[in-house]
């Protein structure tokens, strides 16, 4: 099979910024203008072009992947289907950890989803969540589940807005459960949707505790905005150890 990034129609250049989206998830412009040594322009100019091929997303101030290259702004579907087995490992372990009876932050995402079908076999839960295909795993007759109304956000199901984020202002949950796009060389947990993110943070902030849920795949990538550093969760669960 032809590697999609040393095809004839790509300049070295191209192939370059292609490389670097597969490899990292994320890449930004001055990241890139400063590696190939050209202007910030002529990086903009091949972003453009390799966006309207179809063969990465833009967005502002750089680009990260369209398809299986990366995790990064892949479709629900194909989010659900990617790393499909691991996903379970991570959603059955952090929910094992969760004690009966609590309060918890439910965040968006096929990882959390996956812990949510765990829990949701055990009843008493009070759950918060702006994701409502989380919310729909649990039977409202064993569970107290409030769904967080806000903006429709995507074909994930998600719910974002200031509306969210002034609701969660109110309450006091025992567990936020929160997952990401990316973790970063730097340690730190990135998401590519700052609506997602100030939810995520508020989460974290009205919570005892924080729990990340993460496959291995997403380590060493980079996203557009930053939630939090991994020291500042109280534990995080991968589908490893």
């Not at 369209?66 to 372990?93: C, Q």
């Not at 949510?116 to 055990?122: D, G, S």
């Not at 295909?133 to 569970?143: G, I, Q, S, T, Y």
């Not at 929160?178 to 919570?207: T, Y």
């Amino acid at each position: 099979m032809t590697d999609p990034t040393t095809e004839p129609d790509l300049s070295s250049r191209q192939s370059f910024i292609l490389e670097r989206v597969a490899r990292t998830g994320f890449v930004t412009i001055e990241a890139l203008a400063s590696e190939l040594a050209v202007s910030a322009q002529t990086v903009r100019r091949d972003i453009i072009a390799l966006a309207q091929a179809g063969r990465l997303q833009r967005f502002h101030g750089g680009a990260g992947p369209v398809d299986g290259s990366g995790p990064a702004r892949l479709d629900y579907h194909a989010k659900r289907d990617l790393s499909r087995p691991e996903k379970k490992i991570v959603g059955m372990k952090a929910a094992a950890a969760i004690p009966d009876n609590a309060a918890l932050f439910l965040d968006v995402g096929t990882t959390i989803e996956c812990c949510a079908a765990e829990l949701a076999k055990r009843p008493g839960f009070l759950i918060f969540t702006n994701s409502i295909r989380a919310a729909m795993m649990f039977d409202p007759l064993e569970h107290q589940v409030h769904v967080l109304g806000g903006r429709l956000a995507g074909r994930d199901g998600s719910l974002t807005g200031e509306e969210v984020v002034l609701a969660l202002r109110e309450v006091q949950l025992d567990y936020a459960l929160i997952a990401c796009s990316a973790i970063d060389e730097r340690r730190r947990v990135m998401d590519f949707d700052f609506s997602k993110i100030a939810v995520k943070k508020a989460a974290m902030s009205v919570s005892r505790q924080a729990f990340l849920l993460v496959t291995t795949s997403k380590l060493g990538r980079t996203a557009l905005g930053a939630i939090a550093l991994v020291d500042e969760f109280d534990q995080v669960f991968t589908e490893e150890g």
